[in-house]
Structures are given as C-alpha cells and as structure tokens.
C-alpha cells in the first residue's frame, strides 16, 4: 500500500501535466483562426467620426463623402434655396418634414444627409428634378435642396446622419452633441 501512494501521485501529475500542455497546444493552434476573423484596423477605422472641412465647398455645391460605407450628401445651400425651402408648404411633401427639422439651428445653409433613394437605395443626381435638389435615376423619385421627397415611388425623405458642427468651418459626422455615435 506504500507503494501506491507515491505512484499515484506521480501518475495523476502526469494526467494533469498532460491536460495542460494539450490545453496550451489547442489554444496556440485556435488562436490564429479567432484572431482572423477579428476586424482589421481599416475596418474599426471606418466606423470612426469623420471630419469634413466646410471651408472650400462654395454656395449651392454639394459634396460627396463616405462615413461606415455609407455615401452622405454635404451641400451648402444658397441665401435663395433656405428662403425657397422654408416656403414649402407641409401639405405639398409625400413625407411632411419642416425645414428646421433637415437643418441645425445656427447652420441653416447645411444641409447634411445619407446620399441613397428611400425607394430603392439607387444615388440621387444632384440638382436635378423640378425641386432644385435630387432626382433619382431609376424610378424618377425628386427630392427639394434639403432632401424631402416630393415626387415618385420613394416613401420617405433623404436621412439625416449623425452630425455635429465642431467650428463653422469644421464638421464631424457620426458624433451628435459632441458624443461619438457607436
């Protein structure tokens, strides 16, 4: 009985040793494949706030710009389209929307917002249609300049992303409020 003691300390270490290093083989064999389908840094990079520099967009321009693979619309509007836009009567929209509601308050000539057609997802061409806006190419939706629909099969108006006004000048957008937007 003596014996067995020692011997099945030794073998239950060998059980035990064994399980381990057959544990750490695994996981160093595993890891590779985990750590692939982890996103890459362009990825997690793309999902970041995005700066745009109002500064060189003129009156009435609108510039395309790429935020988490999404297209969005940055256009300034002229002293002409706010004063137009404000006009429009509620009961002429498919999707009723005041002007205040497209714009933030002390940047009413910016206009900021996702840049595919609420009917089908097709991009709208820029100042087109009979709305001094967007006209979609592929089922005749028109969007007004600060992207309410107005005419065709789309059922909603252009939306607006997350976006926050950091100088005059300055635009972030996937941050509202200064609070980054997950």
Not at 1 to 23: H, S, V
Not at 66 to 71: A, C, S, T
Not at 85 to 92: F, I, Q, R
Not at 150 to 160: C, D, F, Q, V, Y
């Amino acid at each position: 009985m003596a014996d067995e003691g020692p011997q099945g300390t030794k073998r239950d270490f060998l059980f035990l040793a064994t399980g381990a290093g057959l544990a750490v083989g695994t996981a160093a064999v595993a890891w590779p494949f985990v750590a692939s389908m982890a996103p890459d840094a362009a990825t997690v990079a793309a999902g970041a706030p995005l700066d745009v520099d109002l500064t060189p967009i003129q009156d009435g321009q609108i510039v395309n710009v790429f935020w988490r693979g999404k297209l969005i619309f940055v256009r300034k509007l002229t002293e002409k389209e706010v004063t137009d836009m404000k006009a429009v009567p509620l009961s002429e929209m498919i999707d009723p929307a005041a002007f205040d509601t497209r714009v933030k308050a002390g940047h009413e000539r910016w206009l900021i917002a996702y840049g595919n057609c609420t009917h089908l997802g097709c991009v709208p061409i820029g100042h087109s249609g009979n709305y001094e806006g967007w006209a979609c190419p592929c089922h005749g939706s028109q969007f007004d300049a600060v992207g309410r629909v107005r005419r065709g099969p789309a059922p909603t108006n252009l939306p607006i992303p997350p976006y926050a006004f950091e100088t005059d000048t300055k635009l972030k957008i996937g941050e509202e409020g200064g609070k980054a937007v997950a």
